[in-house]
Each structure stands twice: as structure tokens, then as C-alpha cells.
Nanobody
Framework: QVQLVESGGGLVQPGGSLRLSCAASGSIFSIVTMGWYRQAPGKERELVAIITNGGSTNYADSVKGRFTISRDNAKNTVYLQMNSLKPEDTAVYYC????????????WGQGTQVTVSS
């Protein structure tokens, strides 16, 4: 069984920074991609950033230049460094991973709340 455990959410003032972490554990052969999605109240879940096992990244236009995704393959962990946070970044952030456990399946974390407010 595979689990994704997130940490690092919280309350921050506009212009501040937060760093999210997500660690995958369980019977993992390899991790293909890891990423972050977010869902604000009344809105659909949207992609924030994604990173492949080769290090290629993709970002939502709304976070380009402010957020940075990275991963530590040895620790099966992905990070999201969020700088210059805005109130519109307020959402529940979910970790996502495509993991090879003999077949490739998609897993989700439980979500962590990020609130940007003064």
C-alpha cells in the first residue's frame, strides 16, 4: 500500500512564503511524476506544478515565477516552495504522484490548507 503524507501548510500574510512537503511511502518500485494540485472553495481542483523523475517541470501560469517544485528521489519526496503568496493562492493543496507498483497508479495525499490573509 502506498501513502502520500503532506506537511507545511498554514496561515501566511500576503507576500510571505511557505514550503510544502509530500513524502511517499510503501511498496514503491519507482515514482514517475509528482505534483501539486489545489482546490479553492467553490472551484475545481487545478494543477499547480508537476515534476517528472527526470526533473522536467511544468507550472500553472498563475504561479510561474513565484512557486518552485523540486523532488528528492532518494527520499521519495516532493517539495513546493511558494513565495510572494497572494490571497488568491488560498486553497487546499493536494500532493499527487504517479507510482509504479508493478503497474502505474495515481495516488493523492490528504490535503493541506494554505491560507493567505492579512
Amino acid at each position: 500500500q502506498v501513502q502520500l503524507v503532506e506537511s507545511g501548510g498554514g496561515l501566511v500574510q500576503p507576500g510571505g512564503s511557505l514550503r510544502l512537503s509530500c513524502a511517499a511511502s510503501g511498496s514503491i518500485f519507482s515514482i514517475v511524476t509528482m505534483g501539486w494540485y489545489r482546490q479553492a472553495p467553490g472551484k475545481e481542483r487545478e494543477l499547480v506544478a508537476i515534476i517528472t523523475n527526470g526533473g522536467s517541470t511544468n507550472y500553472a501560469d498563475s504561479v510561474k515565477g513565484r512557486f518552485t517544485i523540486s523532488r528528492d528521489n532518494a527520499k521519495n519526496t516532493v517539495y513546493l516552495q511558494m513565495n510572494s503568496l497572494k490571497p488568491e493562492d488560498t486553497a487546499v493543496y493536494y500532493c499527487n504522484a504517479a507510482i509504479n507498483i508493478r503497474t502505474i497508479l495515481t495516488y493523492w495525499g490528504q490535503g493541506t490548507q494554505v491560507t493567505v490573509s492579512s
